[in-house]
């Protein structure tokens, strides 16, 4: 996996742990450190991979407001994506405890 391709996981799957709290996107974009245009770009495409539905606010005055939800398919990607990235993290931190285990050593 490339550095790109992780990152993009990354964000899909940061954006569907998160997308029940969506107030909006201006919100959502300054809470994980984006553009509005990205997260709009990145929510859109997660659409159209069928990931998330919208819904209008019914009551809402700004009828331009939406309610962001996972689909049924959207809870097995973000199950697969957050079991990948667990994996990644593990081997990560095995590495990280072997070259700590060879710093002790030459530091004996």
């Not at 700004?62 to 973000?78: A, F, H, M, S, V």
């Given at each position: ?23 909006d996107q201006k919100s959502l974009a300054k809470r994980l450190g ?16 069928g990931l998330i539905k919208t819904e209008n606010f019914v009551k809402s ?48």
């Amino acid at each position: 996996m490339t550095h790109k391709e992780r990152e993009e996981k990354e964000l899909n799957l940061t954006i569907l742990r998160e997308i029940n709290q969506i107030s909006d996107q201006k919100s959502l974009a300054k809470r994980l450190g984006f553009s509005v245009g990205k997260v709009n770009y990145v929510l859109n495409e997660l659409i159209k991979k069928g990931l998330i539905k919208t819904e209008n606010f019914v009551k809402s005055k700004n009828k331009r407001g939406y309610k962001y939800l996972l689909t049924p398919k959207g809870i097995e990607e973000k199950i697969k994506l957050t079991k990948a990235f667990i994996e990644i993290k593990k081997k990560e931190y095995e590495e990280l405890k072997k070259e700590l285990d060879l710093i002790k050593k030459d530091d004996l």
